[in-house]
């Protein structure tokens, strides 16, 4: 799926952040509490089949049941989405698709249906609204509006079926980052992708929960951070990198000045002005030595 902050263009300096025990094909747990559209997740699936262990945990309900009707129910979804895809593209006026698009979207907030549906609906939504975007407000409801995309790829049956398969032996949760230690043993890696905190008063996106993960939630994950650290296990985590936009916000600087921070390239595509879309730093921290330059 699309979405906000996806890791695909960052994979090459994550390769190069990974502990040695990977790289060399010891067997490892790998951890992943906010596992988005997972990017890194399928990488390293397809990558590294020495990963003995895979747990992917997110807050997001809605996302946590799409991936384990795609690991349980692939076939089903598939159809499914044929059949939405084809009412979609059937409609040949935009106000009217945008109609059909406000009609699932109020479905969806209903919460009326079953997983399938639910995973259509989710899937549907996240390539018909504007970029992609996962946000809800106050009371929990998907409020992205309309996207406007002449014929979107709703049904990628190719891709359901490769990442149905991929997820057979992944651990799927659905709740607090916290919960992901109790599976953390020997060699394992943590890879947080948490909601970036924001580098400007307008350029939220990181509101896919009810409840809004502001600075306190930021550090009561670098708490979390310290007790795996004490455990004696890896982590890698990305955020935003707000000293870059304003050199006096220190506030990641300050809060993991014991962790090696790296800050590294990447392209912000979503924007609602176009020419605010580019190139800026964001952040790599991590508690281990790594190959990626600062």
Do not use: H
């Not at 980052?177 to 400007?200: G, H, V």
Request: aromatic share 14%.
């Amino acid at each position: 799926m699309k979405w906000a902050g996806g890791k695909t263009q960052l994979l090459p300096e994550i390769e190069k952040a990974l502990p040695e025990y990977i790289t060399e094909g010891e067997p490892f747990t790998y951890i992943e509490p906010f596992v988005g559209s997972g990017a890194v997740l399928f990488w390293i699936l397809r990558t590294f089949p020495n990963a003995r262990q895979v747990v992917i945990n997110d807050i997001n309900t809605e996302l946590m049941s799409t991936y384990q009707v795609v690991q349980q129910y692939p076939q089903e979804l598939i159809n499914s989405l044929r059949t939405i895809q084809e009412q979609y593209y059937s409609i040949s006026k935009e106000e009217d698709r945008k109609t059909f698009f406000l009609t699932q979207r109020a479905r969806f907030n209903a919460r009326e249906f079953d997983n399938i549906e639910l995973a259509t609906l989710m899937i549907f939504l996240n390539r018909t609204c504007f970029n992609g975007l996962y946000r809800v407000n106050k009371s929990g409801a998907f409020n992205v509006p309309f996207g406007k995309y002449k014929n979107p790829r709703i049904l990628d049956e190719e891709t359901l079926l490769a990442n149905s398969e991929a997820l057979q032996n992944v651990i799927i949760l659905n709740g607090d980052f916290e919960q992901t230690l109790e599976y953390a043993q020997d060699n394992t890696l943590f890879y947080f992708d948490p909601p970036y905190k924001p580098l400007s008063k307008t350029s939220s996106f990181n509101t896919y929960a009810a409840d809004a993960f502001n600075d306190d939630e930021q550090i009561r994950l670098r708490d979390f951070c310290n007790t795996i650290d004490t455990q004696g296990y890896n982590w890698i985590l990305s955020n935003s990198d707000v000293r870059g936009t304003n050199p006096d916000d220190t506030f990641f600087d300050v809060i993991f000045e014991q962790y090696n921070i790296n800050r590294v390239r990447a392209k912000r595509a979503i924007n609602a002005n176009p020419e605010k879309r580019g190139e800026l730093s964001e952040l790599l921290i991590s508690n281990f030595e790594t190959e990626t330059l600062v």
